[in-house]
Nanobody, 122 residues
Framework: VQLQASGGGLVQAGGSLRLSCVAS????????MGWYRQAPGKQRESVAT???????YYADFVKGRFTISRDNAKNTVYLQMNSLKPEDTAVYYC?????????????????WGQGTQVTVSS
């Protein structure tokens, strides 16, 4: 399963960006989709996740500013980022897990997108 992320860019503090991530391949079902980020010199951290049923999780540092959503019919997850801060600068990665078809039947998958750079200037 391949994930293609888009929507990153350069924005001033206080601005907004919307990230998108589309999953493609021999997908049977997707359970959880999410966004993670990694700043230079830091470990990758979870930003927000959403299940197929719509249950969401947000890291404390984005609560009230970011909103995660998904379109199950399009195998797409979004991250609306408002009130951006310079400390939000990072490469943002999408992730998805679920069931896919293989030559031997249904198997689980856990895939990562290629990352999209978000830079917030002060």
């Amino acid at each position: 399963v391949q994930l293609q992320a888009s929507g990153g860019g350069l924005v001033q503090a206080g601005g907004s960006l919307r990230l998108s991530c589309v999953a493609s391949g021999r997908i049977v079902s997707i359970n959880t989709m999410g966004w993670y980020r990694q700043a230079p010199g830091k470990q990758r951290e979870s930003v927000a996740t959403i299940t197929s049923g719509g249950s969401t999780y947000y890291a404390d540092f984005v609560k009230g500013r970011f909103t995660i959503s998904r379109d199950n019919a399009k195998n797409t997850v979004y991250l609306q980022m408002n009130s951006l801060k310079p400390e939000d600068t990072a490469v943002y990665y999408c992730n998805a897990d679920g069931i896919r078809l293989s030559n031997w039947g249904q198997v689980t998958f856990n895939s990562w997108g290629q990352g999209t750079q978000v830079t917030v200037s002060s």
